[in-house]
C-alpha cells in the first residue's frame, strides 16, 4: 500500500503550479505536541515493590502531529512514541515511528486524500475511523479517500483502505480491506422552493463492505442440547457488507434524527461465529426554545460488532462506532462504574430534560437556577433458540431469532441523574447533583456470573468563589454510597486558580466502605500546572484508583498504581 500511496504524495504536491514566492508567502505550517509520562513507585498498600515494578519503573507516551499547507495542497504527518506505554495502554503500542501520515488535494467541488484517512458515515454504525489519545485507540484507514460536490446540496465520499492496528504493517496479510461509498443530500440546498421552508430535510445512505481472505475454518459446534459437540469446518464469508439509511427532519424548535442499518452475516470471535444478520436502529427526538429544552433517544443493536479482522476481539481494528445513550459524568464518582457498549446485542433509552427557572424568581433567584434530569437505561435484547434443541449463540448457527422492539430481561446499565446549578452573586455559584446508577459488572467487564449488579446513590456538591479578576477557589465534595463491589466512598478536591496561567490542585478519594479491611485506602493526588500561549506542563503526584475509564462507550483498563506524572501539550 505505502509503494503506491507515496508516489502519490509526491505526485499531488508536484501537480502545485509554484513559485520560490508561492513557497514563502503561502505555505503554512502548525505543530501539535504532547508527552504524558509517568514514574511509578513502591505502595505496600497496593501491593506494588520493586518486583512487581521491574522494568516498568516509567511509561511514557507522545506525539508530534505537523501540518503543512500550500494553495488547494495540504499534507501532515504525526510521530508517536511509546516507551514504553503507561500503565493501563496497551502494550502492542510499545515502539515508535511515524504513525500515520496523509495528503489531501482539493480543487472546485472535489478533493482526494491520501494516507490515514479519518472518516465517518453518519452516525458511525456503519463506518467510523478516529483516534482517542486518551484510550490508545487508533482504527484509521490507510488508503485513498475522495470527497465530489456535484451540486448544490449534494455530498459523495469514497474511502478504500486497510485499517491501523499498533505497529503491524499494513502489507501484511492479516486483516481485511475495507471500502466504502456514502452520499448526502440537503434538500433545503438543493430545492430552491425548500430554502425559505421551516421544514429542514437532509437525507444519507451508504454501503461500507470488508473483504478478508478467509474461506474455511475448523470450530467446534454443538449436536444436540445434551452438550455434545464436534469439529467441523465452517465456510466463511470473505466479503461482508453494511449499509445504512439516515434521516434528519427539523420543523421550528423541533428536530427527529433516525437512521437504520444492516449487515450481512459475520461470523467472527467477537460473536462465537454465528451466523445472524446484524441491524441496528438508533432515533433522537428534541424540542428546545429559550429556557426549556428536552430529548428522548432510543437505540436498538443486535449482532453488530464490525472489525476488519475476524479472530480479533481486542480494542482493535473496530470498523464502525456503536454511539451509546449514556453519559460522560463530570465528577469522578459518577464515572467510577462507566457503561461499555454491547455490540452483540443491547436495547437502550435515553431522556434529558433542561429548564431554567426565571431570573428575579421565587425559585430562581437573581440569576436564574438550571435544573437538569437524566435519565438512561440499558438491557438486554431477548434471544431466542433458533431451532429445536440448539442453545443461544451456538457456534455456526444463525444463533438466535430477537423480536425487534422487545427488550430483554437483563439489566445492564441504568443512570438517574438531578442537577441543580445556580449562580449566588458575581463571586459565588454552585452546583448539587445525585445520581443513582445500576452496573452489570458480569455484562460490562466479561466476567462469568462473579460479581452481579452494582447498585449505587452519588451525592456531589461543586462550589466556586471567584476571588477576584484573576484569583478561583473551588471546592468540590463527593460521596458514593453501595452495598456490592468495593463499598462506600467520600470525595473531596479543592482547586485554585490564578488566570491566566497557574492551576494548583489537591484531592482525597477514601474508600472507608471496602469491606476488606486493608483495602480501606485513601486514593490521594496533588498537581500543579502553567500555561502560557498555546503550551502547558502540569505535574502530579498520587495514587490512582483501578477501574475502567471509557470515551463513547469504548474502554480500557487502569490498574492502581501510585507515582508522578508530567504532561506537556504545546501548539505551534
Known amino acids: 500500500m505505502k509503494k503506491f500511496l507515496l508516489p502519490v504524495l509526491a505526485g499531488l504536491f508536484l501537480f502545485q503550479s509554484v513559485t520560490a514566492q508561492d513557497l514563502a508567502e503561502k505555505s503554512s505550517v502548525n505543530a501539535t505536541f504532547q508527552t504524558d509520562a509517568a514514574y511509578y513507585t513502591n505502595d505496600k498498600a497496593l501491593g506494588i515493590d520493586k518486583t512487581s515494578l521491574a522494568g516498568k519503573r516509567m511509561g511514557i507516551n507522545g506525539y508530534t502531529q505537523v501540518n503543512y499547507t500550500l494553495q488547494n495542497f495540504s499534507a501532515g504527518l504525526r510521530y508517536e512514541a511509546f516507551m514504553p506505554p503507561m ?93 466504502g461509498v456514502y452520499a448526502d443530500a440537503n434538500l433545503n440546498e438543493i430545492f430552491p422552493t425548500l430554502a425559505e421552508s421551516k421544514w429542514k430535510i437532509s437525507l444519507g445512505t451508504g454501503v461500507v463492505s470488508k473483504y478478508e481472505k478467509m474461506t474455511t475454518k475448523t470450530l467446534i459446534r454443538p449436536i444436540d442440547n445434551q452438550g455434545s459437540y464436534e469439529k467441523y469446518e465452517y465456510k466463511l464469508p470473505s466479503n461482508v457488507g453494511a449499509w445504512s439509511v439516515l434521516a434528519n427532519l427539523g420543523y421550528g424548535n423541533w428536530s427527529w434524527m433516525t437512521e437504520y442499518v444492516g449487515k450481512d452475516p459475520n461470523p467472527s470471535a467477537l460473536n462465537n461465529y454465528i451466523y445472524r444478520r446484524g441491524q441496528a436502529l438508533l432515533t ?3 424540542y428546545s426554545r429559550k429556557g426549556f429544552g428536552v430529548q428522548l433517544m432510543a437505540k436498538r443493536i443486535d449482532n453488530m460488532g464490525f472489525k476488519s479482522r475476524m479472530d480479533e476481539k481486542g480494542n482493535v481494528l473496530d470498523i464502525n462506532f456503536l454511539p451509546p445513550v449514556t453519559m460522560v459524568h463530570a465528577y469522578s464518582f459518577a464515572n467510577m462504574y462507566p457503561y461499555a457498549t454491547q455490540p452483540n446485542g443491547e436495547m437502550a433509552i435515553q431522556g434529558q430534560i433542561n429548564y431554567k427557572i426565571p431570573r428575579n424568581s421565587a425559585l430562581g433567584g437573581k440569576y436564574g437556577t438550571d435544573v437538569e434530569i437524566y435519565f438512561a437505561r440499558v438491557n438486554s435484547i431477548k434471544k431466542e433458540s433458533p431451532a429445536p434443541g440448539i442453545p443461544v449463540d451456538s457456534t455456526g448457527t444463525l444463533g438466535y431469532t430477537s423480536p425487534f422492539f422487545t427488550f430483554g430481561d437483563e439489566i445492564y446499565y441504568q443512570d438517574l441523574k438531578v442537577q441543580v446549578f445556580r449562580k449566588f452573586s458575581s463571586s459565588f455559584k454552585a452546583t448539587a447533583a445525585w445520581f443513582s446508577q445500576i452496573y452489570n459488572k458480569d455484562v460490562i467487564e466479561g466476567h462469568n456470573n462473579e460479581y452481579g449488579k452494582i447498585y449505587t446513590n452519588i451525592g456531589v456538591l461543586d462550589m466556586t468563589w471567584k476571588l477576584d479578576d484573576k484569583k478561583a477557589l473551588r471546592l468540590e465534595l463527593e ?32 474508600n472507608y466502605g471496602n469491606p476488606v479491611e486493608e483495602d480501606q485506602l485513601h486514593y490521594f493526588g496533588v498537581s500543579a500546572g502553567y500555561s502560557i500561549k498555546s503550551s502547558r506542563i502540569s505535574l502530579s503526584y498520587g495514587r490512582q484508583r483501578e477501574g475502567l475509564l471509557c470515551v463513547g462507550g469504548i474502554c480500557r483498563y487502569v490498574p492502581a498504581y501510585t507515582g508522578f506524572g508530567l504532561t506537556i501539550t504545546s501548539t505551534l
Open 284 to 286: 433522537q427526538i428534541t
Open 87 to 179: 500503565l493501563g495502554f496497551p502494550a502492542d503500542l510499545k515502539g515508535n515511528g511515524i504513525a500515520n501520515w496523509y495528503a489531501r488535494y482539493q480543487v472546485d467541488k472535489f478533493s482526494v486524500s491520501a494516507g490515514s484517512i479519518y472518516e465517518q458515515f453518519g452516525s458511525g454504525m456503519i463506518l467510523r475511523t478516529y483516534e482517542e489519545w486518551s484510550l490508545g485507540y487508533d482504527n484509521a484507514l490507510n488508503g485513498l479517500s475522495a470527497h465530489f460536490k456535484p451540486i448544490e446540496g449534494v455530498s459523495l465520499r469514497a474511502v478504500a483502505g486497510y485499517q491501523r492496528s499498533y505497529w503491524e504493517k499494513f502489507e501484511s496479510d492479516n486483516r481485511g480491506i475495507v471500502r
Open 479 to 510: 460521596a458514593l454510597f453501595t452495598q456490592q463491589d468495593k463499598g462506600d466512598w467520600m470525595g473531596a478536591t479543592l482547586e485554585y486558580t490564578i488566570a491566566p496561567h497557574w492551576f494548583f490542585s489537591i484531592m482525597d478519594e477514601y
